[in-house]
């Protein structure tokens, strides 16, 4: 047997929210298999399982906040004889302390099963909007691929739900109560006494106001965490990309729209085989010690609608052809916006990539998302003059900065990773 | 196809990858990536979008000098009826 726990999905996650199961106890999983959707402070996660087996049973219920580790359910291993019958299913447990707990719970009770959504083609975000809401899932029509029901989805249900039936009149002038700041100061009421009973109680806020604000502690974690914890250290080199928008332009041309590959997928490139060449930043610090990883897993930082931002990876990134590393990208970035990344993928990556040089800014001086050795920045592509040859030509170029770990690493080898990606981006053909 | 038509399946186009755009304050005489905020992949979403609808590929030297809505339903115009 082996138990299925809440997993880690970054490194400041103390406690998540099982939101769904997608599989029932009696069937059939495979190890990747996706068996339950969690919900974090930045994101709601599709678990993959780890063992292939048969879902003996669940032990917590959909709704449940409970640490890290607990367990969630029980699976017979394959080749593993039938487990006696289950116990009696106990109450939900109590939601979870917190504080962060490192050991996992040994006792969780078991809980009973909820019927599963497993049949509903929804996105997870919509799945826990629907059910903040109160909307029942199966009665939205879904308008995404496929019919799947995707957040607006849920809010167009929701708003058509409370769409009053006809015009209501509109309410006579003097009944509206204008807001305080809003009215003049002759109308203004008498200021109220200071005292924390007389204040008014704190307005509700909406479901996407608390998500926001989920997100922004999530994000405050973990970036306090990095300043006080990892020392920072900051490199800069200016790039001339233009062989390597020559070259992607011309591919491109030669590509329907549909298979274009944007220049920021180059340089995710150059990134992963630079780490390849200077394997001694393909590390992590970890309570007192250097931690190498063999795997090359660059994190991508994607920003997301109304606020906030996500890191996951890409898998062996350095043995994607850019073909692959771009259809990759394209839907990491689908599925960080719809909610519906998956464990893996928030599983610890090395080094991010980030760009938000679309607006303009030339200079990233990036913070380290915890515990990964780097952050390496590209600003926009601008026009500059630039000595070739012994010739002032005009020349695209691009500002790559890296933020790394100084426990980790140091200027040197920092300067040989920084050069190394330099030098693969004036080879394009070869990444 | 009308000038109208083409206006409406971009902008059916651009409602796909911005679904949160607000069609109604939307200024189709305004830089559309300001607008709405979007990024490179949302751009090549867009214009994998508008090929899906109206069969027309923008090379991206082409993209790159397209701004407005405006800009660019004139210039689809263009290829449509070449």
Redesign the interface.
């Known amino acids: 047997m082996a138990d299925f726990v809440m997993p880690s999905l970054g490194a400041d996650m103390s406690a998540g929210t099982l939101a769904a199961w997608l599989k029932q106890p009696g069937e059939t999983v495979k190890r990747g298999e996706i068996i339950a959707v969690v919900h974090t402070d930045k994101a709601d996660v599709e678990v993959e399982v780890f063992t292939s087996g048969i879902v003996e049973r669940m032990l917590v219920e959909p709704g449940t906040e409970v640490p890290v580790g607990t367990p969630l359910a029980v699976i017979r291993e394959e080749d593993a004889a039938p487990a006696p019958a289950a116990p009696a299913p106990a109450p939900a447990p109590a939601p979870a302390p917190p504080a962060p707990a490192a050991a996992p719970a040994p006792s969780a009770p078991a809980a009973p099963v909820v019927p599963v959504e497993h049949h509903l083609l929804i996105s997870p975000s919509a799945r826990q909007l629907a059910h903040e809401l109160g909307i029942e899932a199966e009665g939205v029509q879904g308008t995404g691929p496929g019919g799947r029901i ?1 957040r ?1 989805d849920v809010e167009a249900a929701a708003a058509a739900r409370e769409a009053p039936p006809q015009a209501a009149p509109p309410a006579p002038p003097a009944v509206v109560t204008p807001p305080a700041a809003a009215a003049p100061p002759a109308a203004a009421p008498p200021a109220a006494p200071l005292s924390p009973a007389a204040a008014p109680p704190a307005a509700p806020l909406s479901p996407a106001a608390e998500r926001n604000a989920a997100m922004r502690r999530a994000i405050a974690a973990s970036m306090s965490r990095s300043k006080r914890e990892i020392p920072h250290f900051y490199l800069g080199q200016t790039i001339d990309m233009s062989r390597s928008l020559a070259w992607l ?1 011309q591919e ?2 030669r590509r ?3 298979e ?1 590959v ?3 997928v180059l340089m995710v490139k150059a990134v992963a085989l630079a780490l390849r060449e200077v394997p001694e930043l393909n590390a992590v610090w970890a309570g007192d010690e250097l931690v190498r990883r063999d795997d090359i897993n660059v994190g991508v930082a994607i ?1 997301l ?2 606020g906030g931002l996500v890191a996951p990876a890409i898998h062996h990134t350095d043995e994607l052809t850019l073909e692959e590393l771009m259809h990759a ?2 839907d990491l ?1 689908s599925r960080a916006r719809a909610g519906s990344l998956r464990s893996s993928e928030m599983s610890e990556p090395t080094i991010t990539v980030t760009s938000i040089g ?1 607006r303009g800014v030339e200079s990233i001086f990036g913070v380290i998302f915890p515990p990964q050795v780097a952050i390496v920045g590209f600003g926009t592509l601008v026009e500059r003059p630039w000595i070739s040859e012994g010739q002032i030509l005009p020349c695209p170029v691009v500002n790559a900065s890296l933020s790394a770990d100084h426990r980790v690493t140091d200027g040197h080898r920092a300067s040989q990773f920084l050069a190394a990606v330099d030098r693969l981006l004036q080879e394009p053909e070869e990444l | 196809m009308t000038q109208e038509e083409i206006t409406q399946s971009v902008l059916q186009a651009l409602t796909d990858v911005a679904p949160e755009a607000d069609l109604a304050t939307f200024r189709t005489d305004l830089n559309l990536r300001d607008q709405l905020d979007i990024d490179s992949m949302d751009s090549l979403n867009f214009l994998i979008a508008v090929h899906e609808l109206l069969h027309v590929d923008i090379p991206e030297a082409d993209w790159a000098r397209l701004f407005t809505i405006d800009e660019l339903v004139e210039y689809l115009g263009g290829r449509i009826a070449a």
Do not use: I, K
Request: net charge positive.
């Open positions: 995707q607006r332009g491109n041309l329907p729209v549909t274009r944007l220049h920021g920003s609608r109304g990208f394209r970035v679309e």
